[in-house]
């Protein structure tokens, strides 16, 4: 079992800057798929970032379109712990962010489905204001 619990969420003005921590309990196998989802009032839930960990390094990293160039996705293995740095925020990137895991990661490369993930934390809010 893989608990996930978020933290780092908060409110700034457009143009700032947050970073997102997702403390992971531990990992059970050696390939996992980490990712961050968020989901505005109203909307569907889409996929933010993806980052691979192939026996505890980081491998690739996958980004929607709309956070690229903006937000990067890390972690540190020493604490188990999987970051969401995002810069230059937008109003639109208000929502609630949560952090999942495909624990073991066993899918086609990519930022993956909702579906994919078998791990979910509660998620932080991230409210942006112009």
């Known amino acids: 079992q893989v608990q996930l619990v978020e933290s780092g969420g908060g409110s700034v003005q457009a143009g700032g800057s947050l970073r997102l921590s997702c403390a992971v309990s531990r990992y059970t196998y050696k390939t996992n798929r980490m990712g961050w989802f968020r989901q505005a009032p109203g909307k569907e839930r889409e996929g933010v970032a993806a980052?691979?960990?192939?026996?505890?390094?980081?491998?690739?990293?996958y980004y929607a379109d709309s956070v690229k160039g903006r937000f990067t996705i890390s972690q540190d293995s020493a604490r188990n712990t999987v970051y969401l740095q995002m810069n230059n925020l937008k109003p639109e990137d208000t929502a609630l962010y949560s952090c999942?895991?495909?624990?073991?990661?066993?899918?086609?490369?990519?930022?993956?489905?909702?579906?994919?993930?078998?791990?979910w934390g509660q998620g932080t809010q991230v409210t942006v204001s112009s």
């Open positions: 999942a895991a495909e624990s073991p990661a066993t899918r086609p490369l990519g930022l993956g489905t909702i579906n994919e993930y078998n791990y």
């Open positions: 980052l691979y960990i192939l026996g505890g390094i980081s491998d690739s990293t």
